[in-house]
């Protein structure tokens, strides 16, 4: 069956205390992994798309990379308004659907 | 500004009720998405839709039904079949085929009383 694991399930840091947050998955025919933030009551926030092995994209203090098994979401410096939970999903081979991951709720502390 | 609207935000359903959620979008994509999200658990597909006058189900169809007679208009019904639907429910729509991810809504908490 199809997997989306986000680790770990909660994060809390310093301001300015940079780590990673990871996304591994188990599918075949992999179309593209896609990075989401959610803040309380709200609906998730499109942030990233990754396609194949390698491929890195930034954005402020966020840096998404792809592996062939998972991906990373990288904070670097974060404020506390970068706190919110993140979200991983991925588009599997012949459909337009997305798998979600349960997501990590990360809390930066000033 | 083009979006997604939900409404309403936040909807109370007695037992034995259905109710219906709706879904808006000025954003001309093509398709458009239903899912329930819950504490702890991710986000699960309930019904999605393609085209207008088409629409397949997703991983919790049951107690669900949905409609797409509009481009833009993408309602779901919570029917009374449901026995567990108090959550968070998510719209979301997409161009097809899609290399931005999807555009969610700010959602509607149904809650049942």
């Known amino acids: 069956e199809d997997q989306v694991t986000q680790s770990p399930e909660a994060l809390r840091l310093q301001e300015g205390e940079s780590s990673s947050l990871n996304c591994s998955y188990t599918?075949?025919?992999?179309?593209?992994l896609f990075w989401y933030r959610q803040d309380p009551g709200k609906g998730p926030e499109f942030l990233f798309t990754?396609?194949?092995a390698g491929e890195e994209k930034e954005k402020e203090r966020l840096k998404a990379t792809l592996t062939k098994k998972e991906s990373f979401l990288h904070i670097t410096a974060p404020k506390p308004e970068d706190s919110a939970t993140y979200l991983c999903?991925?588009?599997?081979?012949?459909?337009?659907?997305?798998?979600f991951g349960k997501g990590t709720k990360l809390t930066v502390n000033p | 500004d083009g979006g997604i609207t939900q409404s309403p935000k936040y909807l109370f359903r007695k037992e034995g009720q259905n109710v219906t959620l709706s879904c808006e979008q000025n954003?001309?994509?093509?398709?458009m998405y239903w899912y329930r999200q819950d504490p702890g658990q991710g986000l699960r597909l309930i019904y999605y839709?393609?085209?207008?006058?088409?629409?397949q189900k997703g991983d919790i169809a049951e107690g669900y039904s949905v409609s797409r007679e509009k481009k833009e208009s993408f309602p779901l019904t919570v029917t009374s079949a449901q026995k567990n639907p108090t959550a968070f429910y998510l719209c979301?729509?997409?161009?097809?085929?899609?290399?931005?991810?999807?555009?969610f809504g700010s959602g509607t908490r149904l809650t049942v009383v």
């Open positions: 599918v075949s025919g992999l179309r593209g």
């Open positions: 954003l001309n994509h093509d398709a």
């Open positions: 839709s393609q085209i207008v006058n088409d629409f």
């Open positions: 990754l396609y194949s």
């Open positions: 999903a991925v588009r599997l081979g012949g459909s337009e659907k997305l798998v």
């Open positions: 979301a729509s997409s161009i097809v085929p899609d290399n931005y991810g999807y555009t």
